[in-house]
């Protein structure tokens, strides 16, 4: 069988475009904008795709995965039907093909009224429909086109007439790119098919030398663990996104909804560019960078809706269900949501009792999810209610992809960098709020505990700043979840009473130490992240984290009921604060 790509030497280059120049018709035209402010991001422009493709009316492969991937990329999704295909999860069943002169009436109709940024072309048939958008689009530039070279489904039917592949290969020296699989590419090359990466790479080097154009190599078809995908371009350099190989059945369609997505984010790129000339002398070019971020953006993008395409349940489970497009929108909707946290809301509990702080069993709603064993144990009943009432969020924290994927090591690096970045900033501010709480303690043992912690914190920052982030790029910034969740234990730390600010900085130790306790036990001497992880789990702040959980229970203990519920609220806003804190990465980075 096949093997995973062995070292990633295709990294991104700075070499010149293999992409043309965009028709004068596509680049940004329409109202006149005002002149732009320098370093305020603008929010992108849509770019207007146009999918050419056959149809899926199960919706997971086709024109149909092609506008969601293309809205969920970031474009403005039209189509036009080359062939109209009686299809589902299982296979092909019948294929109708309308006359040519429809399919150009349908190109005329778009053409004639719309500019179009960027084509992705599918499932085109039979020779005479290759011919007929051969003509148009060298009638009618369009600045990107992605070819995606489709000659059998997933499910085996063919989709392409054989005698039909010459005329593909002669299309591909006029389109940007091509997606094709490793049996498609072994088709266009008229090779064998390639056994392993390296020979799927010669060929496509071979391919894209000749043609000029730039070859995706799909890692779908090999196997390892790496399903990513590379992009070699004419003049034989490369650019490798990885993704981790997933046990999946739900791949119907994957090799559409890549090359939609991929038209588009180029799409995305060359307006950016667009953007740029429109104040500068400069040509809006697509560089390999631009094809190398796209690819990125596109299987990064693919791989969450890969994941979560079992949760759709469409299909009868015989054959191989569609990916769920939209899993990433709804991730992103439902972290943006300025909803109040349900903690900051209840008033009863289930079974209707005021959560009036008077016992530990009122102090918040119960956690729909059990929390489960803690490694470091509640120091009495108010800080055991605590840890129960955070079971939803302390699981929600270990299905966290950043969580998950730090603990099997196929975190991206520029994910970790960006934690990185931001847990420098946090500690630096996290120790502020516990000098501050330090110094309104009420016992000489817990101000020199909370002391030590602020010591601690400032120097874990400042060994980031020498080891870890010595040689990363930095942006330098708080994000806003960052300067949340480190503003809210400052003012809870100076401006709540003393037991409020002692359970908001609990988490930080607590589910920290419990999150390191699940990371480190996946360490292991060829983990990428092992140096890390090594730095969990360590006696000396388990020690810390007890005697941080016996001082929030000596000052339950010692605190009005009404206190008690604030500081209870304060605690499970602060472990929502760390889930949040964990998370943003895979919302800044795509
Ligand atoms: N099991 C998998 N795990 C992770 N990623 C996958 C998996 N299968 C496919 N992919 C992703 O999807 C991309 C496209 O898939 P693939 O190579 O199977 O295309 P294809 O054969 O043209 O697809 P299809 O004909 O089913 O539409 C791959 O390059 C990879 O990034
Ligand atoms: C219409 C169409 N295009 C492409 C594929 C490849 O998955 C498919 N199954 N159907």
């Known amino acids: 069988m096949a093997e995973q790509p062995t070292a990633p030497s295709c990294a991104p280059t700075s070499n010149p475009s293999t992409l043309s120049n965009p028709a004068p018709g596509a680049s940004a035209s329409g109202t006149p904008r005002a002149p732009q402010t320098a370093q305020v991001p603008q929010a992108a422009r849509v770019p207007r795709v146009l999918s050419i493709a056959g149809t899926d009316p199960s919706g997971g492969a086709g024109i149909q995965a092609d506008l969601k991937s293309i809205a969920a990329s970031g474009g403005y999704g039209m189509c036009v039907t080359t062939s109209l295909v009686a299809q589902n999860t299982c296979g092909v069943r019948e294929v109708f093909t309308p006359p040519l002169e429809f399919l150009t009436a349908q190109l005329a109709a778009v053409f004639d009224d719309v500019t179009v940024d960027a084509v992705k072309i599918g499932m085109l048939g039979d020779a005479d429909t290759i011919r007929t958008v051969r003509t148009w689009l060298s009638e009618h530039p369009v600045p990107v086109v992605v070819l995606d070279p489709v000659m059998i489904a997933s499910s085996g039917d063919r989709l392409l007439q054989a005698e039909a592949e010459q005329a593909l290969r002669d299309l591909v020296p006029l389109v940007n790119v091509i997606t094709p699989n490793i049996p498609e590419l072994a088709v266009l090359c008229e ?109 990064r993008w693919l791989h969450e809706s890969i994941a979560a395409g079992a949760g759709l349940q469409v299909g009868s489970g015989e054959g ?54 803690a490694v470091v144990k509640p120091a009495g009943p108010w800080t055991a209610a605590l840890w129960a009432a955070g079971g939803e969020t302390w699981h929600q924290i270990l299905d966290l992809p950043f969580v998950r994927a730090l603990g099997d090591g196929t975190l991206d690096e520029d994910l970790f960098a960006f934690y990185l970045d931001q847990d420098a900033l946090y500690l630096r501010d996290y120790s502020r709020a516990l000098a501050t709480l330090s110094a309104r303690a009420d016992t000489a043992e817990a101000q020199v505990h909370w002391a030590a912690g602020a010591h601690e914190a400032i120097a874990a920052e400042s060994q980031l700043h020498e080891g870890w982030l010595a040689n990363r790029a930095r942006l330098g910034g708080p994000s806003p979840i960052t300067m949340g969740y ?96 964990f998370d943003q990465a895979h919302r800044a980075l795509r």
């Open 191 to 299: 090779k064998e098919p390639a056994q392993t990466f390296d020979e799927a790479h010669e060929q496509a080097a071979n391919l894209a030398a000749a043609t000029g154009t730039t070859v995706i190599v799909k890692g779908g078809h090999l196997c390892g663990q790496d399903a990513g995908n590379t992009a070699v371009f004419p003049d034989g350099t490369c650019a490798h996104v990885r993704t981790p190989r997933l046990d999946s059945r739900n791949t119907h369609g994957t090799g559409c909804s890549l090359s939609s997505s991929l038209a588009t984010r180029l799409g995305v790129e060359l307006l950016q560019h667009a953007e740029v000339a429109e104040h500068t002398a400069e040509q809006s070019v697509l560089t390999s960078e631009d094809t190398h971020r796209a690819l990125q953006w596109s299987t």
């Open 320 to 373: 191989h269900g569609p990916v769920d497009h939209a899993a990433r929108a709804r991730r992103l909707e439902a972290a943006a949501s300025a909803y109040p946290w349900h903690h900051l809301l209840a008033t009863t509990d289930s079974e209707g009792n005021t959560l009036d702080g008077t016992s530990p069993e009122r102090l918040l709603p119960v956690s729909p999810v059990p929390a489960g064993e």
């Open 486 to 581: 480190t503003n809210f234990l400052r003012a809870s730390a100076a401006g709540d009473d003393y037991v409020v600010g002692a359970a908001a900085i609990l988490p930080c130790y607590w589910l920290y130490e419990e999150v390191g306790a699940v990371l480190s036990s996946q360490n292991h001497a060829d983990h990428p992240y092992a140096e890390w992880l090594s730095m969990y789990g360590g006696e000396e702040f388990a020690a810390d984290v007890a005697r941080s959980l016996a001082e929030v229970e000596r000052a339950f203990e010692a605190a009005s009921p009404a206190q008690r519920v604030r500081a209870a609220q304060a605690y499970l806003s602060a472990c929502v604060y760390e889930r949040e804190f």
